[in-house]
């Protein structure tokens, strides 16, 4: 299956024009719907929050759908909500590209996937779709390092999705002010991808880039990066 998929809806489905007058209900006329995000809960018990953005479907209009193609597997979905975020940088990568990032050497190939790569176990912890993984062409051999567009810190934190190789000195995502690395942050040894939250409050004011490198060939030499969030609100 590619990364992008339809479903048509079928044409009994029926759409209220006018909530108080039945008469006036109408089949909506659809050919299929782009399925633009996707997720499954990945065998795991109990509930978690999932965050997505949906800036490249910005007015347009929508459909929520929920399926399950198991018979003996069910589909639970609560609270849904749409949500504006504060002003700020966010790289989700779900339109499919690197969307201003530069990259060197070859680990990250030409755009992020969204799928676990050649025998690489599947990658829990996705926000969305794509996802940043350096495991190029099945391998850890590869090596390179993405650059984000420049940006002014302005909040007290920057927070993302990290995981791969434990190795902050070789396989990591940092931030990076005044020409140096400031922070790092590594995976652990696992294709599953964690949360984490830095506090940038010392740099205020100061122009930076996140990068993500992977300096390693080694066993566990690739990382994985995702959903990187840098509001300006404090707050949010």
């Known amino acids: 299956m590619g990364s992008i998929f339809y479903y048509a809806i079928p044409r009994q ?35 978690r929050p999932v965050r997505w953005s949906l800036d490249p ?8 759908m929920a399926a399950s193609r198991d ?3 069910a589909v639970r979905i609560d609270h849904i909500a749409q949500v504006f975020r504060p002003a700020g940088y966010y790289w989700n990568f779900e339109d499919g590209t690197y969307n201003g990032w530069s990259a060197s050497g070859t680990a990250f190939g030409a755009t992020p996937v969204y799928r676990a790569i050649g ?6 912890g996705v926000e969305g779709n794509y996802f940043v993984d350096s495991y190029f062409n099945g391998s850890d051999t590869a090596q390179g390092r993405l650059l984000s567009p420049e940006f002014t810190v302005e909040s007290d934190r920057i927070e993302f999705l990290i995981g791969g190789g434990d190795d902050p000195a070789r396989t990591y995502a940092g931030l990076f002010v005044d020409g140096s690395t400031v922070l790092r942050a590594a995976g652990k040894r696992s294709e599953k991808m964690n949360r984490v939250v830095w506090e940038v409050r010392r740099w205020k004011g100061k122009k930076a880039r996140i990068e993500i490198v992977d300096a390693s060939s080694d066993p566990w030499g690739h990382v994985l990066a995702d959903d990187f969030r840098i509001a300006v609100n404090s707050h949010e």
């Open 119 to 124: 025998g690489q176990s599947f990658v829990e």
């Open 13 to 47: 489905l029926k759409y209220i024009l006018d909530a108080f007058n039945e008469s006036e209900l109408k089949p909506l006329e659809i050919g299929g719907w782009r399925v633009v995000r996707a997720l499954h809960g990945g065998g795991e018990e109990g509930w």
């Open 57 to 64: 479907w910005r007015n347009r209009q929508a459909v929520w």
């Open 71 to 73: 018979a003996g597997k």
